[in-house]
């Protein structure tokens, strides 16, 4: 048997596949590509020594006891979607995609979503009882992470972050032991589940979320010319200063080399009629190119704001405001956009600002892990390319989005979005975790004092 920093043998390979369910890959295998590649392919040149496929709870303590007796490191896989890839490391993945069983009591409105479960896996369960609560915007964006790192999604200002709708969850530690978390039982970690990141604290097999009654909405999606964008950001701002909670706006630019697009997309858990009153002033400031207002299902709505993406490679930063991006911020950002350096991926690269506020700020900033409750913008930078793309362009790329979020950093509180994860974040302690990094540290240290679940950005490094 290996023993702490030398790699495990193939007859340790050959033991832990004998003693789980679920199957081991290693690289070479057939079906190891797809089971080890993350989301972003940014770092799909990170290759785990081996990636076991869970089949049940059992398997994920085998797993992990295994990777402590032959001294690899583990991370947990669910969804895939971590924005810096954190998903996968060079040791050992394990990955709970199987594990994606999904229930819902309509009588009491509480989900319970095993460890793999995807938004697609929860929103099946959920809708046949006409319930919800913030969700996320891709159907394989996995609830693990999601939770685990806040959670926003279009009906937050009404209904909170996902994390916010935690009422329990169970994790598996290091130590092998699941443990029951709620408001009263493992209180520490329960509260650090609700925003403190994923891959910190241990592995959670399940969470239980109290959903709400929903009811038909409405949606909008508003397309305007590059050249009214300034006019567009001020007055989209305060039409969200003065909207109320059940609606909600993401304001964007975009641009994939050939010019720029400025769209305002979004819900409203009201009536259509309703909902262009509330747009009014936007319609009136500048005339859409396209101007979509529709009555809509719940359901209907979380389809038409399902976030479409070519995949490739990205990389984001974001920025919590507490007021509105002024008008020589705004400025700032658009002449950036213009100067976008260009890439392979048709996604491009843009900046947005997301609605949130609302029930997200009506919860302490020490009540749960996540500290942003003063937010009302986050904005948010984004830009992609591709494998096939020059190293020098993937350089220029990045080094246009340190430069975007310079430029735009004395207008934010210097503080980001966890989930929205940037790897090349120097002050991500304070920037994610704010005044609440201190407890995380006690609370990783209680349940994994020889930080067995560790990776760059995790809590305690
Ligand atoms: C297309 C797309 C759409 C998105 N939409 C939204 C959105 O609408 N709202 C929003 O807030 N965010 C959104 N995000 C961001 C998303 O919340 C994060 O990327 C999140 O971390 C993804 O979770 P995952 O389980 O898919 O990722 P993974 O990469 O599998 O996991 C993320 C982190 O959590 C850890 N982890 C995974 N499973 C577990 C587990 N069971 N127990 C403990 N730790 C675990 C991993 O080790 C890793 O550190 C989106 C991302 C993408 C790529």
New binding site residues.
């Given amino acids: 048997m290996a023993g702490p920093g030398s790699a495990p043998s193939e007859s340790d390979w050959a033991g832990l596949a004998t003693a789980v369910s679920g199957r081991v890959l290693r690289p070479g295998d057939t079906g190891f590509g797809p089971a080890s590649t993350?989301?972003?392919e940014r770092f799909a040149a990170t290759t785990p020594a081996g990636v076991v496929t869970v089949a049940d709870t059992a398997d994920i303590r085998r797993a992990v006891q295994w990777a402590r007796s032959v001294g690899i490191g583990a991370?947990?896989?669910?969804?895939?979607?971590?924005?810096?890839?954190?998903?996968v490391s060079t040791g050992l993945v394990i990955d709970?995609s199987r594990l994606n069983t999904v229930t819902a009591d309509g009588s009491t409105g509480l989900v319970t979503a095993a460890?793999?479960a995807?938004m697609a896996d929860i929103y099946a369960a959920i809708q046949p009882h006409e319930m919800a609560y913030a969700?996320?915007?891709?159907s394989?964006?996995?609830?693990?992470?999601?939770t685990?790192?806040?959670?926003?999604?279009a009906t937050s200002r009404v209904h909170g972050?996902?994390a916010d709708a935690l009422v329990e969850t169970t994790?598996l530690t290091a130590d092998g032991e699941l443990l029951r978390c709620d408001a009263t039982e493992n209180a520490d970690l329960f509260w650090a589940c609700r925003g403190g990141?994923?891959?910190?604290?241990?592995?959670?097999?399940s969470f239980t979320f109290q959903a709400q009654p929903v009811s038909d909405c409405s949606t909008y999606l508003l397309l305007f010319d590059r050249a009214d964008a300034e006019k567009v950001f001020t007055v989209a701002q305060q039409v969200v200063r003065s909207a109320p909670d059940e609606f909600a706006a993401r304001t964007g630019i975009s641009t994939t080399g050939s010019g720029a697009m400025v769209s305002v997309i979004g819900q409203h858990l009201g009536p259509a009629a309703e909902l262009r009153e509330i747009l009014d002033p936007l319609l009136s400031v500048a005339g859409p190119r396209r101007a979509d207002i529709d009555d809509r299902t719940y359901w209907e709505a979380k389809d038409d704001l399902l976030?479409d993406?070519a995949g490739g490679s990205?990389a984001a930063r974001t920025s919590i405001l507490t007021e509105p991006l002024p008008d020589a911020g705004i400025e700032v950002m658009l002449a950036m956009v213009d100067k976008w350096p260009g890439s392979g991926n048709p996604d491009g690269a843009g900046a947005a600002l997301f609605s949130w506020g609302g029930a997200v700020n009506r919860v302490g900033v020490s009540e749960t892990a996540f500290p942003h409750r003063d937010t009302m913008f986050l904005l948010a930078l984004d830009t992609s390319w591709l494998a096939t793309d020059p190293a020098s362009a993937v350089e220029r790329n990045l080094g246009w989005l340190a430069e975007l979020g310079e430029a735009l950093a004395p207008f934010g509180t210097g503080r980001s979005?966890l989930?929205?994860?940037d790897p090349d974040l120097e002050s991500w302690r304070t920037a994610y975790h704010s005044v609440n990094y201190a407890r995380l540290v006690e609370t990783k240290l209680r349940h994994d004092p020889n930080r067995f679940?560790t990776?760059t950005q995790?809590i305690g490094t």
């Fill in positions: 993350p989301f972003n991370v947990a896989r669910s969804g895939g979607h971590s924005y810096a890839g954190n998903c709970l460890g793999g995807t969700l996320g915007n891709g394989s964006v996995g609830i693990a992470g999601l685990l790192g806040g959670g926003c999604g972050l996902t994790v990141g994923g891959g910190n604290f241990g592995i959670n097999t976030h993406t990205f979005y989930n929205f994860t679940f990776f995790g």
